[in-house]
């Protein structure tokens, strides 16, 4: 807003209002004691605008976008712990049972036990909130003496954990509270308070998917993946714990089925022209890399689209950009030459892929 005015534009409109019988050359008296008051006024401006930008959610970010979007009831969502599966065995594989509020650790990752499951089975909490808790896998070491235990190991992903709510994220949300008031009920109401909930990463909504007070909620893990039994179940019993009684965030009469979005295997099979003395050996992880990275965004964007497309003109383009492959040709996916439409409740899952040169 304020870009036109700079050091160069003040100091002018100063040393214009000084007589021209005056000297107001550089190192002049004037000059010198005009030019110190500009360089103030300058920087003063550039604060203005800059705090001009953070009076505003569409520019503003940081704690100054949490501030404007918590005027309209939305807050930043905190970075939450991980829910994991424990297996603890002792001689022969037999289960050991732990002490509740246990502590093990795998790497620099201390894991609680938080809850039996079954016999040598625990739910296990991550100490860190945060991603972090999602991506460890293997042997875990007792930090405190459990009596007979021989093997540790942190299993599955029960609820992932998520990372503080990025800028950009909590914009979007703010944006989507405005535009689209959630009341009573209506589909912006449940999209807003399950996506709200921990593990819960995007939502769909079927109104009247099995008749009159009938809602279907089809959800995907906070880690773009498919959601688990515990995680759908968590959200079933918050939303609709007894079935059209109320007792949950769904309105009375309202029965709600929580379902996860279902993975479907995507293997990929290509031909490409490589540079002098590059070997497919040597691109290969590079391509996975870069189609994993596309199947990520695709899951991340599921909730916002009818149905997904896996394209072979996106795999081609993003393979053509890796160094050492000069052309691409004969893609397919799951054996054919051509797109792969993936149902409304379906997600992309990495397969295999193949690489001919």
Known sequence: MYEHITFDSILSRMLGRVSDSIDKREGSIIYDACAPAA?????MYMELDLNYSLSFADTAAGEYLSR?????GVNRKPATKAVRKGMFYGNADMPVEVSLGSRFSIDNLVMIATARMEAGIYRME???AGSAGNQKFGVLLPIDYVQGLVRAELADVLVPGEDEESDEVLRQRYYEAVNEPAFGGNIADYKQKINALDGVG????FPVWNGRGTVKATIIAADWSEPTETLISNVQQIV???????YGSAPIDHVVTVTGAQGRTINIETTVTLAANVTVAQVKSDVETVLETYFLELRQDWA???????????????????????DVQAT???GAASNVLLAVEEIPEFGTVVVHA
């Open 202 to 205: 995007g939502t769909k909504i």
């Open 39 to 43: 360089a103030e006024l300058a920087q």
């Open 304 to 326: 916002n689209q009818t149905q997904l497309v896996v394209r072979i003109a996106q795999i081609d383009a993003r393979i053509l950009n890796i160094s050492g492959i000069n």
């Open 332 to 334: 397919k996916l799951n």
């Open 68 to 72: 404007r979007t918590t005027e309209f």
């Open 240 to 246: 609709d714990p007894v079935a059209g009684q109320g």
């Open 126 to 128: 991550s100490e860190t």
